[in-house]
């Protein structure tokens, strides 16, 4: 149970992914004050913080949003950027609950065990911000969460991670306004039409390596089914030319060793 790790009003790092809604859900009906706090900016797709509202109003749960900027922090562009931008989360987030009275809660996240497992620098920063994740305490990891999900009617539980807009670029490139909204718009134009061709949703991400490389976690026959779909939509954006890569994971990508799976290239 994880609301037993939270003694006093809690305010929740809020992204509207699977982990953070479940947790806000079952703090919430286990009666604990909880507010949700959500960062917007460039580095975050609209379409994730139109879904993290929506399912806010949908279920009465208190929630507040602030801009948050890390394009301009040092480091941003390095493997630890994930590390320093939490960091500066953090402190930005407690800034804001003390503009806004409520310096007295605690600050939690959802965090879960499975992130152990893989390279996450950002577990540092939680560490040195003393920042609580019950889902973690409790040991839960993914497929216990979604489980969880599952049996109390929570929207989506299959929902695929979403992880910030700069994870699309690789390490020592610096990301600005323009390509990040470019990404982010071309990503969600290519789930739509490919939902559309393909009958599911399938999870992708459209990389800058620095050249363009777009995954998707799907059969290989199946995407080369829709490459002219594809293409046409990445000419839109102006990604191409651009390889195209189907895969089961496409996540952690600049953090694998031996990236050696073959790929089309678009033109």
Same mark, same amino acid.
């Given at each position: 149970?994880? %609301?037993?790790?939270?003694?006093?009003?809690?305010?929740?790092?809020?992204?509207?992914?699977?982990?953070?809604?479940?947790?806000?859900?079952?703090?919430?009906?286990?009666?604990?004050?909880?507010?949700?706090?959500?960062?917007?900016?460039?580095?975050?797709?609209?379409?994730?913080?139109?879904?993290?509202?929506?399912?806010?109003?949908?279920?009465?749960?208190?929630?507040?949003?602030?801009?948050?900027?890390?394009?301009?922090?040092?480091?941003?562009?390095?493997?630890?950027?994930?590390?320093?931008?939490?960091?500066?989360?953090?402190?930005?987030?407690?800034?804001?609950?003390?503009?806004?009275?409520?310096?007295?809660?605690?600050?939690?996240?959802?965090?879960?065990?499975?992130?152990?497992?893989?390279?996450?620098?950002?577990?540092?920063?939680?560490?040195?911000?003393?920042?609580?994740?019950?889902?973690?305490?409790?040991?839960?990891?993914?497929?216990?969460?979604?489980?969880?999900?599952?049996?109390?009617?929570?929207?989506?539980?299959?929902?695929?991670?979403?992880?910030?807009?700069?994870?699309?670029?690789?390490?020592?490139?610096?990301?600005?306004?323009?390509?990040?909204?470019?990404?982010?718009?071309?990503?969600?134009?290519?789930?739509?039409?490919?939902?559309?061709?393909?009958?599911?949703?399938?999870?992708?991400?459209?990389?800058?390596?620095?050249?363009?490389?777009?995954?998707?976690?799907?059969? %290989?026959?199946?995407?080369?089914?829709?490459?002219?779909?594809?293409?046409?939509?990445?000419?839109?954006?102006?990604?191409?030319?651009?390889?195209?890569?189907?895969?089961?994971?496409?996540?952690?990508?600049?953090?694998?060793?031996?990236?050696?799976?073959?790929?089309?290239?678009?033109?």
């Amino acid at each position: 149970m994880v %609301e037993k790790f939270i003694e006093k009003p809690a305010a929740l790092a809020y992204s509207g992914g699977l982990d953070s809604r479940y947790l806000a859900k079952t703090l919430c009906a286990a009666g604990c004050d909880l507010l949700l706090v959500h960062a917007t900016g460039d580095h975050i797709a609209p379409r994730d913080t139109l879904y993290a509202q929506t399912f806010a109003q949908k279920n009465k749960l208190p929630m507040l949003s602030f801009l948050f900027d890390p394009l301009h922090i040092e480091g941003i562009d390095t493997k630890e950027r994930c590390y320093v931008c939490k960091k500066a989360l953090f402190q930005t987030m407690r800034a804001i609950l003390e503009k806004h009275g409520e310096s007295g809660r605690i600050l939690i996240d959802g965090t879960n065990r499975d992130d152990h497992a893989v390279f996450r620098p950002g577990l540092r920063a939680l560490a040195e911000e003393n920042i609580v994740s019950p889902l973690d305490l409790a040991g839960l990891g993914k497929e216990a969460i979604r489980a969880k999900a599952r049996a109390m009617h929570l929207d989506d539980p299959e929902q695929k991670p979403s992880p910030c807009l700069l994870t699309r670029l690789a390490y020592g490139l610096r990301a600005d306004a323009q390509t990040l909204k470019r990404i982010a718009e071309a990503e969600s134009t290519l789930a739509q039409a490919l939902t559309s061709a393909l009958g599911f949703e399938p999870a992708l991400r459209l990389r800058l390596t620095p050249s363009p490389l777009l995954q998707v976690e799907c059969e %290989e026959e199946s995407l080369l089914s829709q490459q002219d779909r594809v293409r046409a939509i990445l000419d839109q954006f102006a990604f191409l030319p651009a390889k195209l890569l189907a895969e089961q994971m496409i996540s952690g990508f600049f953090d694998r060793e031996g990236q050696t799976k073959a790929a089309v290239v678009l033109t």
